[in-house]
């Protein structure tokens, strides 16, 4: 998803952005790089990697979207009422907006 936000960022950057170490970061878009997803290459300084999603990863995008808040709503759905999840929702957006 924060691949989606954005056209490429550096492995820190993501790491930074979704609270992951870079040893996990690195094994991560291993993986997906080898399932076609990801593409890794060189950014403006050639020692650090970028990294973005590749048509196929674009193309998955809509249904991870799709699937993440349907497991949102039915997690929210458990233990919040409905002004509770727009006052949640309220709250979150400020806080995105603010970092």
Same mark, same amino acid.
């Given at each position: ?51 973005? %999603?590749? /048509? !196929?990863? &674009?193309?998955?995008?809509? *249904?991870?979207? =799709?699937?993440? $808040? ?9 233990? %919040?009422? /409905? !002004?509770? &999840?727009?006052?949640?929702? *309220?709250?979150? =957006?400020?806080? $995105?907006?603010?970092?």
């Amino acid at each position: 998803m924060r691949l989606y936000d954005h056209e490429a960022l550096y492995l820190t950057e993501l790491s930074n952005l979704i609270f992951r170490g870079n040893s996990n970061i690195t094994t991560l878009i291993t993986r997906l790089e080898r399932d076609g997803l990801v593409e890794r290459f060189n950014g403006e300084d050639r020692r650090v990697k970028k990294v973005r %999603l590749t /048509p !196929k990863g &674009q193309a998955l995008i809509p *249904k991870v979207i =799709s699937e993440y $808040r349907s497991f949102l709503n039915q997690m929210m759905a458990k233990g %919040l009422s /409905p !002004k509770n &999840q727009r006052d949640l929702i *309220k709250i979150l =957006s400020h806080l $995105r907006e603010s970092i």
